[in-house]
């Protein structure tokens, strides 16, 4: 290899710990700068060879209706929502953690009545029912502890978002308390 | 006078063949050598080449076959067992650490996985580069890049983000591909272009669910597979990047054929635009600008490709069926993007007939150039054209148990029929593989 190549070859590894550190540090900006919401979920456990194991979590917010008979305690969809839509949806932060009727499901932009919203991409629109998946609906978990989080009885997470609506996770509360790996 | 093929004897340097033959008869019987061995002369008289690189030649040449096909055989032996060997090390390493993930603290983990990968480049380096274990070093080079898809996918994991992710797949090709033309690694060429494929097929699957958008993301998945063909082109044109042809060649085939034959059903169609009776579909100017650049890069390509070719070849028409095709494909792929018709009839109809021309053209250039691959994949998508035909046709006209056993009747036939025509064409023209 002549050293003009292998000068290039050191480049392109270089360029390759960028693309991870970028990933981290993408991720790492958003646990640092987002803001906090604690968000209900059910989670179950399954298990993959290379992925290890994980829970799915599916949260309150995961299914959202038109409103017709919403009390209050959920958002709602205004306007036309279709599947595939790129739908952003308000959501209380972890102050106050209760819903009102500003908290709202719309596709294409944030609306402005919005304080605080996530972003998801809409998996299903049926009979005024859409699905959403935020990107926050894994959380991996060190072998054989899946089981736990499985079985208890309330299990919340708490998620960092961004200014473009974007989660991470940034921990799970299970039964009150905040779960440790 | 001098002889053009293998099997005409060269008489010319009859006596300088003859001297050496006799060291051995069984050369002696092969009129390939004897014409070989004749042209080395020619070219050492000549003064092309020496003394020492004609014997050198003559010697290598003379060398008896089987030796040299177990030695093939073998250093193929090591390839498979180097890489073997180090994907089961990589699939250890990261198994353990997946299972382990949330237990191990966030520096180690980049640590782990970022000393890894750099771990295994710099061994690859020095075997294949410096220590002169070219293919043990090329199957661990195959393996660090794998490493660097499969850190991606564990960074996206480490922070609980959804790795069913096409965009993910995207990030790997861009950091590999560049590795593929360093290291000049066809095996690497093959994984970058395969998980491109996968990476844009997934993410376009993902984007169809939206239905406004359908057709054009199929638009610009079919303007994808002439691109990718197209840059397979260029690379076959010139000498120094024709090494990694193949692979852009075979790809971008298999994703055109593969969208060509899904848009050949009017239920696609109807599930595409959710309503055959929609009015018009509007173009978004996302998907109009994307559509517009991969067309200009397939463009640009037949262009560049055609150039360089014209400089070193004659002109001749056949030459300009392939863009003539590529051309037809450019053209279909923004007639479904505009969807000018109300109806999926006429769209159904271009992509059967788009279907039936892509078919009999890879037949025909496998057959005219030799390839292999392009008989290989024509006969497979006729046969499942053929088979899905017979199954649309009868399913409301037979019993369905019927329908199976006869469909299943034909499918053994037309399959034992096809195999044998197609053996029988590899043998008559003596077809290569696509990249030879």
Redesign the interface.
Known sequence: ?SSK??R??IT??I???V???G??GY?ETILALGRTAVLQTVPVDPRD??????VILRYEISTIGDGSNNTGTKPYIRGEI????IVYVGIPDSDTNEFDRSQFAQAGNPSEEMDLFIKGRV?SSKDNIITV?Y?????????G?GLEIEQADDVKVRVKINRSGTA??EELIVDGEVWR? | MTSDTPNNDSTQNGDQIDERSEESPAVQADPRQNWLKGRINQWRESGLISDDQSEAIINFESMPEAPFRLGLRFSRLIIVLSTLGAVLIG?GI??FV??????IPAIAK?AL??GG??AA?WVA?QLQ?VRGFPKVGGAIMFAAAAW?G????L?????????E?PDLLI?WF???L??AY??RSKAITVMAVGIFLIGISWKAA????????GLQVMAILLLGGSSIYSIGLVHLSHAVTKFFAAPYLVGGTLLTIFVTFMLTFEDIFNDLTRSPARESLELSGGYVGIAVVVSSITVASLIAGYRQAMRVERFSVQKLSKPAVLVLIVVAAWLLAFHPFTSSAPYVVVFNLLLILLIFGLITLGIVNKREAFVNVGIVFFVIDLSTRYIELTVDMLDTSLAFIIGGLLLLGVGYGMERARRKLLQQFGMMEVTQ
Request: charged content about 15%.
């Open positions: 290899m190549l292998k290039l070859f392109v590894i360029i390759q710990i693309f991870l550190l990933l981290v991720r060879l290379f992925k290890g194991e994980y279709i599947e595939g839509n998996t998946e990107g926050i609906e894994q959380y991996f978990v060190p072998e502890r991470a996770i790996p | 699939a990261i198994s997946a299972a382990n993930w949330q237990g980049l996985l970022i990968q750099t480049y380096y580069f660097f499969a850190n991606v996918f960074v996206a994991q480490s922070y609980h983000l959804g790795t992710n990030l861009a950091g590999v560049p590795l360093i290291t993902a984007q169809t669910e939206d239905a406004e958008s």
